[in-house]
């Protein structure tokens, strides 16, 4: 017998069922080929049906429970010389488990094989973008001749990607982006390519990207890209047939019962369901959590929902906070007033509360914009539509707006200068119209926050910022007033 062995088309199939019990992609899960001593890549070369070193082929079955590894095998056509696919899977990242979107992969199945060009996946950061598109690739690669995967992290213009891509294809280089578009076109029409650009909202040349996206949708080629971004790109105007659009949601329950079901919970716990609805089903934020409410709580699911609060993960934080860099300061003042409020408002009530009349046609187009970055949540009623953070986004939001006023109140008492206070003066912290303990949420996080700097003189440090108000005029002062009097009334 040879030393080298392939799977049967039979046998892929029996592995494929014993990998999806354990929740394990075919190849991005890295438990499976560090189980089986072996490397990412020879497991590809397992799925593609290659021969592979008989030892590991073995180490490979028995990783996911299958010990008749026999039945796997496909001992004919030893000699024969089965040419691959050009595959570049070296930047496509290594995933933990994964677990449902079965719809979703059939959606995006479909579209593939009824010629679409260009597929956006989008969404708020660990929703599972990455993931998803990983399982995809897995299932449907023996379509393609050419695979490639490329993560934008360290791809900072469009200039590097059509480098980067050029250099892939062994195409000459050039500086001119019009140029390498039409060389990367080219090889496109000439080859059934699957391209991944894992994402591409790290590109800040949005003009430039969207040109280039455009190019490549509009041309006539054979090949796929597939995109993913926290933002919704702009091709409204392009044949959906041609492009289409994928705005990820978290896991239904059932889902995200598979995911916790395999770190530790039954999916009987008293308020399971509620931790699945105050993440959204948002696999990363569930991973995070569940370590917490094990260790913290000794698995007790509703001790943690009682204590009224989310953990946001410094991995989880850190992605998150990213997606809320480079607002515009009007969108970051409508984001502070949603986590003011932490219930939907509407946007004309939204409208009233702004201390500068702005164009409402302005504020709508921002509200847009934000939805676009996957941030908000809209609630319809039978009057109109309201907004509010997602969960994740408004803790990370919440904590800091609090941050921010405490470092404005800090620079505003030292510099006994009240044009500090932007965010003080700009919105009223006490939800307005509310004295529930939620309405009072971020009056009572930033007088905490102040006492652990002025400890027992805040009251003196208060009266000392309403002294700064006096003989100053109403638009100057706007809400600093109501705010340091909830500040110094607030027990």
């Known amino acids: 017998m040879s030393n080298s062995l392939k799977a049967s088309p039979t046998g892929l199939e029996i592995v494929d069922k014993a990998r999806q019990r354990l929740g394990w992609t075919k190849t991005s899960t890295a438990r499976w080929w560090q189980d089986a001593h072996t490397s990412k890549a020879t497991l590809r070369r397992f799925w593609q049906g290659d021969h592979i070193q008989k030892e590991i082929f073995i180490a490979i079955c028995q990783a996911v429970g299958i010990s008749n590894w026999e039945t796997i095998t496909d001992l004919t056509d030893i000699n024969t010389d089965n040419s691959t696919p050009y595959i570049d899977w070296d930047e496509a990242p290594n995933v933990e488990s994964f677990y449902g979107r079965n719809q979703e992969l059939l959606k995006l199945d479909k579209w593939i094989k009824n010629g679409c060009k260009l597929i956006n996946i989008t969404g708020i950061a660990g929703i599972g973008k990455t993931s998803l598109v990983l399982a995809l690739v897995d299932q449907i690669q023996s379509q393609f001749n050419c695979l490639i995967w490329k993560s934008i992290d360290n791809i900072f213009s469009v200039s590097d990607l059509l480098a980067n891509l050029l250099n892939q294809f062994n195409l000459p280089l050039t500086a001119d982006i019009n ?12 080859h059934r390519c699957l391209i991944v650009l894992d994402g591409i909202d790290n590109i800040s040349e949005n003009l430039e990207l969207n040109k280039f996206i455009q190019q490549l949708s509009l041309h006539r080629h054979q090949s796929c890209i597939i995109t993913t971004s926290r933002k919704k790109q702009n091709n ?14 978290g896991l239904s329950k059932t889902e995200a019962l598979e995911l916790l079901n395999s770190r530790g919970f039954t999916g009987k716990e008293l308020g399971i369901s509620a931790l699945i609805q105050l993440y959204r089903g948002n696999p990363l934020g569930l991973k995070l959590v569940t370590p917490l409410i094990q260790s913290m709580f000794s698995g007790n699911v509703a001790a943690f929902i009682n204590q009224n609060t989310l953990i946001v993960g410094d991995r989880l934080r850190i992605v998150l906070k990213q997606q809320l860099e480079n607002l515009s300061e009007l969108e970051q003042e409508i984001i502070y007033w949603l986590a003011i409020w932490q219930e939907p408002i509407s946007f004309a009530r939204l409208q009233t509360h702004l201390i500068v009349s702005i164009d409402p046609a302005k ?29 994740l986004i408004m803790k990370i939001v919440t904590d800091e707006l609090v941050e921010n006023a405490t470092h404005e109140i800090k620079n505003c008492t030292e510099n006994q200068d009240i044009s500090y206070l932007k965010i003080l003066r700009n919105h009223w912290l006490l939800r307005p119209g509310t004295d529930d303990i ?54």
């Open 179 to 190: 140029a390498a578009s039409y060389q990367i076109i080219n090889y496109l029409q000439k």
């Open 236 to 249: 409204t105007e392009i044949n959906p047939k041609i492009v289409a659009n994928l705005a990820l949601n």
């Open 363 to 391: 504020v709508f187009t921002e509200i847009i914009e934000l939805e676009q970055k996957s941030l908000l949540e809209k609630w319809v009623n039978d009057y109109e539509p309201s907004f509010t953070l997602q969960p």
């Open 438 to 491: 939620a309405g009072e949420k971020i009056i009572k996080q930033l007088r905490e926050s102040l006492f652990r700097i002025y400890g027992a003189n805040l009251p003196q440090i208060l009266k000392q910022i309403l002294l700064l108000l006096d003989n100053k005029s109403p638009l100057v002062i706007g809400y600093i007033g109501c705010n340091v009097i909830a500040l110094e009334n607030f027990n």
